[in-house]
């Protein structure tokens, strides 16, 4: 797990509770938790990228990945594995090297693949019994930064790190 260079997160159920809110003008709202966008930004300052891979196409989506600078974002994508298997050979790494979290039984391609899959705790029963790590809390709900602190602690330094961002020298969108 010390060795990850890439996380790649669904969005419904895993960044968001998993709920859609879709007004009468057909807009799609999402909400997303500070918390894991704090994840996130500590994850990048140490070098491991991010990608977003969602079967929906959403705006909010766009705008939260826009914000939390998201390397590579791939929305309305029914075959997920396919698009992993492109990202993971454009940026050269072993499946090993990568975290995938998911939440429902569209995401088991890619969950038997990486080296390190993860669930929010409210995943199915049949993705839960496919990852190595449960997160305990839901989607949405910050399970998203419990996953990247538990691969952050396993590389050691996580301390120094925290000390860093409280003395200012990590700047991320929450």
Same mark, same amino acid.
Do not use: W
């Given at each position: &797990? %010390?060795?990850?260079? *890439?996380?790649? *997160? %669904? =969005?419904?159920?895993? *960044?968001?509770?998993?709920? $859609?809110?879709?007004?009468?003008?057909? #807009? @799609?709202?999402?909400?997303?938790?500070?918390?894991?966008? &704090?994840?996130?930004?500590?994850?990048?300052? =140490?070098? !491991?990228?991010? /990608?977003? !891979?969602?079967?929906?196409?959403?705006? /909010?989506?766009?705008?939260?990945?826009?914000? $939390?600078?998201?390397?590579?974002?791939?929305?309305?994508?029914? @075959?997920?594995?396919?698009? *992993?298997? @492109?990202?993971?050979?454009? +940026?050269?790494?072993?499946?090993?090297?990568?975290?995938?979290?998911? %939440?429902?039984?569209? %995401?088991?391609?890619? +969950?038997?693949?990486?080296?390190?899959?993860?669930?929010?705790?409210?995943?199915?029963? +049949?993705?839960?019994?496919?990852?190595?790590?449960?997160?305990?809390?839901?989607?949405?709900?910050?399970?998203?930064? #419990? !996953?990247?602190? #538990?691969?952050?602690?396993?590389?050691?330094?996580?301390? @120094?790190?925290? #000390?860093?961002?409280? /003395?200012?020298?990590?700047?991320?969108?929450?």
């Amino acid at each position: &797990m %010390d060795n990850i260079k *890439l996380i790649v *997160l %669904d =969005v419904d159920g895993v *960044l968001t509770d998993g709920k $859609l809110h879709i007004g009468s003008d057909g #807009e @799609e709202y999402k909400s997303f938790h500070t918390q894991d966008g &704090m994840g996130i930004s500590l994850a990048r300052y =140490v070098g !491991i990228k991010f /990608a977003i !891979i969602t079967g929906r196409t959403s705006k /909010a989506v766009s705008k939260r990945a826009d914000e $939390l600078k998201i390397d590579y974002i791939y929305q309305g994508v029914s @075959e997920k594995i396919k698009v *992993l298997e @492109e990202l993971r050979g454009k +940026l050269g790494i072993k499946p090993e090297e990568i975290c995938y979290v998911g %939440d429902d039984i569209n %995401d088991l391609p890619i +969950l038997k693949v990486v080296g390190f899959p993860c669930a929010p705790n409210n995943a199915v029963p +049949l993705v839960k019994q496919s990852v190595r790590y449960i997160a305990p809390s839901n989607g949405g709900e910050g399970a998203v930064r #419990e !996953i990247i602190e #538990e691969i952050l602690s396993k590389r050691g330094n996580y301390g @120094e790190l925290i #000390e860093d961002f409280i /003395a200012g020298k990590v700047l991320g969108i929450q």
